[in-house]
């Protein structure tokens, strides 16, 4: 089958998906256009500082589309491209795009609550303390997912002499100088745009300049280090961007992100019609596995279920997700309006990267990789996505070189933007454990003392989560991403019966999470059980390294469990109990900038 029938039928459904179920969903909940969102009423200028729609897009979807929507679908293939393309496109639609809208509608009207704190207003302070640190136990394991990733795509290749092999590490090495310039770049974007309140087409003629200095700078000195010389580059940039005031870096680092990933989705685009029109974009990988490729996979512990469901996690459902859309992006809404776009839309957008990945990946089959009999990859997701872009953008006039750095940049700024996202996410959470109050405008650990006061700090939070991370992260991606997205999916699944007792409670329809919930609850414990067994057997070989990494993994995935079953049948228990319309949305709450902004 040629590539572009597929993009085109995808974007069709996903377009219809949008307008259809995603604005009969807002319809069915209710937009207020006239109400003052949290962003405006709690603004103080650190985590509640009103957006402009795109930009608060641009964050939601550089945030939530990291590595998973390249990563996870392109390893799933090992079942076939056509249960991969149908998870994310009706997953994408009924599962992930309802999840990541319900979430930010929830804490839109509940004064930019976190996700945490609306599971202790709808179920009880027990499941937020529980909430808390079952979220920044996954995200801990996002921080080391990704880290590896980023790390080795920007990791220098020496020769056998110890020289740096220049051939096979200047993509990486002018990609790594971007990045970095990327975050003084970003810092400096934000501050002109808030100095000179720029914005429209100045803010975007402002951008591209500065996105062409950095790639002539870039690629000009490439930055040549080893895989530890990188680890250490990126704990640096997490623990100032986990740390930073939003408005400093990671609001203009997002919309600088998501002009990037949409130039990426149009060149991937025109480079599969074009390939497509020199007859070159045929879906080279099966549709779906043969008989004996699926009985070897499962002798090797991979069946198609639960794996499929939780390795696509990103372009299909991502708990993740959930946190981004409370953390953070429901505290820069300007407007009630902006939720579907911003919610729904971004999830969209991201089910349509998934789509290209496995129409690239589907092509570049049998020609530059393939997967053998246990459903290992003679290359990388990342590479296996640049390289099929990049020849794609070759095919157009692009320069290659020029095409393989921007490739290779923009699948690592896919990571960077998610990790220090969730890295921020990560250091909120452990210090809302220590917040003894539901109130969304007090800042976590402000009733702490000894202990709890020192370990709610900032800096303290941020550097216990990312030393923690980096240390699962020597286990390398591809041994946690199964417990990643097991992990993933439960919290997405959770997220859903937190809706679904939002909705009853405030008297709104949730019928359409109630099958969500009880598929993701099946599937996600089946996964982490499997997990548990994994990590069992790894360890029965001994050695250092692998007792090191395999135990820790243990010791999360247990961990997950044991916190997921608690909160899920609290959850549960609530759900069926609670009275239908018990609840009504919150009083709106206003910070002092808010009123002397807006008024009361």
């Keep these: 089958m040629n590539g572009i029938v597929i993009v085109l039928i995808a974007a069709v459904l996903l377009v219809a998906g949008y307008v259809l179920y995603g604005r009969w969903l807002a319809k069915s909940w209710g937009i207020d256009p006239k109400a003052l969102t949290p962003a405006k009423r709690m603004e103080d200028d650190k985590n509640f500082t009103p957006a402009s729609r795109f930009t608060t897009f641009a964050h939601q979807f550089s945030s939530i589309c990291g590595a998973g929507p390249v990563t996870g679908t392109i390893a799933a293939m090992m079942f076939g491209w056509l249960p991969v393309l149908l998870w994310v496109l009706v997953g994408g639609i009924f599962f992930g795009a309802v999840h990541d809208f319900g979430a930010l509608y929830a804490s839109v009207k509940n004064n930019g609550k976190s996700l945490a704190q609306l599971i202790e207003k709808y179920i009880g302070r027990t499941g937020r303390r529980l909430f808390l640190l079952f979220s920044w136990l996954f995200t801990i394991i996002v921080i080391a997912a990704f880290v590896d990733m980023v790390a080795n795509t920007f990791q220098a290749v020496y020769t056998p002499e110890g020289a740096v092999d220049v051939a096979k590490s200047y993509a990486g090495g002018a990609a790594g100088t971007i990045s970095i310039l ?24 402002l951008a591209i300049v500065l996105f062409v200095l950095m790639f002539a700078i870039g690629m000009q000195i490439p930055v040549y280090l080893p895989k530890l010389g990188w680890f250490a580059v990126i704990a640096v940039y997490l623990l100032f961007a986990a740390a930073m005031p939003i408005q400093t870096l990671k609001q203009p680092r997002d919309y600088l992100t998501s002009i990037m990933m949409i130039v990426m989705i149009v060149c991937a685009v025109i480079g599969i019609f074009v390939l497509g029109v020199q007859g070159q974009a045929q879906m080279n990988a099966p549709m779906v596995a043969d008989s004996a490729m699926l009985d070897s996979l499962a002798q090797n512990g991979k069946h198609m279920f639960p794996l499929l469901f939780v390795s696509v996690a990103c372009g299909a459902l991502s708990g993740f997700h959930s946190l981004v859309s409370t953390n953070t992006s429901s505290k820069q809404v300007s407007n009630e309006t902006d939720m579907l776009p911003v919610g729904y839309g971004a999830m969209v957008a991201e089910s ?72 921020r996410i990560g250091r909120l ?71 679904a007792v939002f909705c009853k409670c405030t008297g709104r329809k949730g019928f359409m999470l109630y099958v969500p919930v009880a598929f993701l609850l099946v599937c996600t414990f089946t996964s982490l059980v499997q997990s548990i067994m994994g990590c069992i057997n790894a360890l029965s070989l001994k050695g250092a390294a692998v007792i090191a990494t395999s135990g820790l993994q243990l010791v999360f995935a247990i961990l997950l469990v044991i916190l997921g079953l608690i909160v899920a049948y609290n959850c549960l228990k609530e759900l069926f109990t609670k009275k239908a319309g018990s609840l009504p949305d919150e009083e709106p709450e206003w910070s002092e900038l808010g009123r002397e902004k807006y008024g009361a």
């Design 182 to 205: 990327f975050t003084f770049v970003a810092i400096l974007f934000g501050w002109i745009n808030r100095r000179f309140k720029l914005e429209g087409w100045k803010e975007l003629v």
């Design 352 to 423: 349509f990267v998934g789509v290209l990945a496995i129409v690239v990946a589907a092509i570049m089959y049998g020609s530059f990789f393939t997967f053998d009999a246990t459903g290992a990859s003679s290359a990388t997701p990342f590479q296996i996505f640049s390289t099929g872009v990049a020849q794609g953008m070759t095919a157009f006039g692009v320069n290659n070189t020029l095409a393989t750095v921007f490739m290779t940049m923009c699948v690592s700024a896919l990571a960077l933007t998610s990790v220090d996202a969730v890295a």
């Design 429 to 499: 959470s452990f210090q809302e454990f220590f917040t003894k109050t539901n109130d969304a405008a007090e800042q976590a650990g402000d009733n702490a003392t000894g202990v709890a006061k020192a370990a709610s700090n900032t800096w303290v939070a941020t550097i216990l989560t990312l030393l923690l991370g980096f240390a699962l992260a020597f286990g390398g991606y591809n041994n946690i991403w199964a417990l990643f997205g097991a992990s993933n999916q439960l919290l997405g699944g959770m997220t859903m019966i937190m809706l």
